[in-house]
């Protein structure tokens, strides 16, 4: 597979990407406006606790799967034991969540709102038994299949949503005698609809998945699956972490906010800015499940280090361009949420900031996973998680969710630091670390320097303009620097 294939899978996987983990960002807007603070920070703690329970529901197997299917003479085995594992343990554990429902309920801060527990557990199971269709997919290196699964079944999503949220609720308030009353009532909380809605996606995505669902021969192979489980572990580990660092800050505020904030209501502003870094989140989302069987792939060609060095350098130079884009265009991008969120948009950049540093750390952690050392991966996560634990501990009392942007950043940054040093040790790849620390640094001063010149003169039309010149002068300056590597590129090379 070529950069340029790598590129174009990215594309396809990033406009499926909005209904693999972020399906509510397409209704942000309408959410933000139909839903009060408190509510929508209810369902920002509800889909901090899906992922959590996704990692243990697929326990790293999504990761052994694309490392041992590799290995074509083991393919149909390998595809049978790893759904016969999947589905045993996706009902051994939706029986154990179900039945310890209450303390899921008291870890969500959601006591009062048992439904919800119960339909995300239900979300929970369904996502998980697609979890291998949906890589043989990848696999197969079908993006645009794979693309079309999850554009219908956002669809799906978005209209249920608006019908329960919009139509049945005003229909029902001038008809209440009507046959809706049987589908939708107006006492039962809002994110009840909201997570309704994603059931019967995740059911519809199953079905369209069925002809991937099921192996060709029922066969267990107890020594494959020992190898699967011990390269697997360790990225259970490595991904409970990884949601701990990326959602459980919601549940934190929860947890250890004083008594005179009202917790719903701060983590409904933090929740709905945090969807203000959508852009880079999604790339770096996208990036990542084309680049998981595109690295493994690489692995066996001539000298693949080159070819992860270059994919590091165009990744970091489109990530700099979306933080300014992001970051200078602010007083566009907040219509984006509604207004009565807009308090919370200091916290935007630093968040834009840490999911480049998350981003980044996807590509440097393929060093232990080609070296088979997974082991490293959860230690560095681990490590992670424990920063962002810290951190929100002590500060979340006093600074409420600002304390939960910057713990979200000290922890991508840190863990991106160990991956690199640790990773050169034993995996070396030959990244133009000094030029591309050099990138990052510069926008940081671009921006800084816009929002120095804003605080003095705030017009909006003055703040575009400028934002605009600085944004055309980076481009400009990186199209200077990398010349040489973009006249490679037919698209971009004949313009150079």
């Keep these: 597979m070529s950069i340029k294939k790598l590129a174009g899978q990215t594309m396809y996987y990033g406009l499926s990407t909005i209904a693999a983990r972020f399906i509510n960002y397409l209704l942000?807007?309408?959410?933000?406006?139909?839903?009060?603070?408190?509510?929508?920070?209810?369902?920002?703690?509800?889909?901090?606790?899906?992922?959590?329970?996704?990692?243990?529901?697929?326990?790293?197997?999504?990761?052994?799967?694309?490392?041992?299917?590799?290995?074509?003479?083991?393919?149909?085995?390998?595809?049978?034991?790893?759904?016969?594992?999947?589905?045993?343990?996706?009902?051994?554990?939706?029986?154990?969540?179900?039945?310890?429902?209450s303390a899921l309920a008291d870890i969500a801060s959601l006591k009062e709102f048992p439904k919800l527990i119960q339909l995300s557990i239900v979300i929970i199971a369904l996502d998980a038994l697609s979890t291998i269709p949906f890589a043989r997919i990848r696999n197969e290196g079908r993006p645009i299949l794979f693309a079309f699964i999850k554009i219908i079944g956002i669809i799906l999503n978005v209209l249920i949503t608006i019908f329960f949220l919009s139509y049945c609720r005003q229909y029902i308030q001038k008809?209440?005698?009507?046959?809706?009353?049987?589908?939708?009532?107006?006492?039962?909380?809002?994110?009840?609809?909201?997570?309704?809605?994603?059931?019967?996606?995740?059911?519809?995505?199953?079905?369209?998945?069925?002809?991937?669902?099921?192996?060709?021969?029922?066969?267990?192979?107890?020594?494959?699956?020992?190898?699967?489980?011990?390269?697997?572990?360790?990225m259970l580990v490595a991904g409970l972490g990884g949601m701990i660092n990326e959602t459980f800050d919601r549940l934190m505020l929860g947890w250890w906010l004083?008594?005179?904030?009202?917790?719903?209501?701060?983590?409904?502003?933090?929740?709905?800015?945090?969807?203000?870094?959508?852009?880079?989140?999604?790339?770096?989302?996208?990036?990542?499940?084309?680049?998981?069987?595109?690295?493994?792939?690489?692995?066996?060609?001539?000298?693949?280090?080159?070819?992860?060095?270059?994919?590091?350098?165009?990744?970091?130079i489109t990530i700099c361009i979306m933080f300014l884009v992001v970051a200078l265009y602010i007083p566009i991008w907040k219509h984006f949420i509604a207004s009565k969120h807009?308090?919370?948009?200091?916290?935007?950049?630093?968040?834009?900031?840490?999911?480049?540093?998350?981003?980044?750390?996807?590509?440097?952690?393929?060093?232990?996973?080609?070296?088979?050392?997974?082991?490293?991966?959860?230690?560095?996560?681990?490590?992670?998680?424990?920063?962002?634990?810290?951190v929100n501990y002590i500060f979340i009392p006093q600074f409420s969710y600002t304390a939960c942007a910057w713990a979200t950043f000290l922890c991508y940054f840190s863990m991106m630091v160990i991956s690199f040093i640790w990773g050169q040790k034993h995996y070396r790849i030959p990244y133009a670390t000094k030029k591309l620390v050099a990138y990052l640094i510069i926008v940081v001063l671009l921006f800084l320097i816009h929002k120095t010149v804003i605080h003095f003169y705030n017009h909006i039309i003055f703040s575009l303009l400028f934002a605009t010149c600085l944004l055309t002068a980076f481009i400009w300056f990186i199209l200077q620097v990398e010349k040489k590597e973009f006249k490679k590129m037919p698209i971009i090379g004949k313009y150079l």
């Design 28 to 101: 942000t807007p309408y959410l933000t406006v139909v839903l009060t603070k408190e509510d929508y920070g209810r369902m920002g703690a509800v889909y901090a606790m899906i992922p959590m329970f996704n990692i243990i529901f697929t326990y790293g197997m999504e990761t052994a799967y694309f490392r041992f299917i590799q290995k074509k003479e083991r393919e149909e085995s390998i595809n049978s034991t790893i759904t016969i594992s999947l589905l045993c343990s996706t009902i051994l554990l939706f029986g154990l969540t179900w039945y310890y429902q």
């Design 342 to 390: 807009w308090e919370g948009l200091h916290v935007v950049p630093i968040l834009l900031l840490a999911n480049m540093f998350l981003g980044i750390y996807y590509n440097l952690s393929i060093w232990y996973k080609l070296s088979n050392k997974t082991t490293a991966g959860a230690t560095i996560t681990i490590i992670g998680a424990t920063i962002t634990i810290i």
């Design 258 to 316: 004083p008594s005179n904030y009202d917790f719903d209501e701060q983590r409904g502003i933090y929740n709905a800015c945090y969807k203000l870094s959508i852009l880079i989140t999604l790339f770096v989302q996208a990036f990542r499940m084309g680049a998981e069987p595109f690295f493994f792939k690489q692995a066996e060609g001539n000298n693949p280090q080159k070819v992860y060095a270059r994919v590091m350098k165009f990744f970091v």
């Design 175 to 234: 008809n209440p005698n009507s046959f809706l009353q049987y589908f939708y009532s107006p006492n039962t909380n809002p994110v009840y609809y909201i997570l309704l809605a994603n059931v019967l996606q995740s059911a519809f995505t199953l079905l369209l998945l069925s002809k991937w669902i099921f192996p060709k021969k029922w066969k267990f192979d107890f020594s494959l699956w020992k190898e699967m489980m011990l390269y697997a572990l360790p």
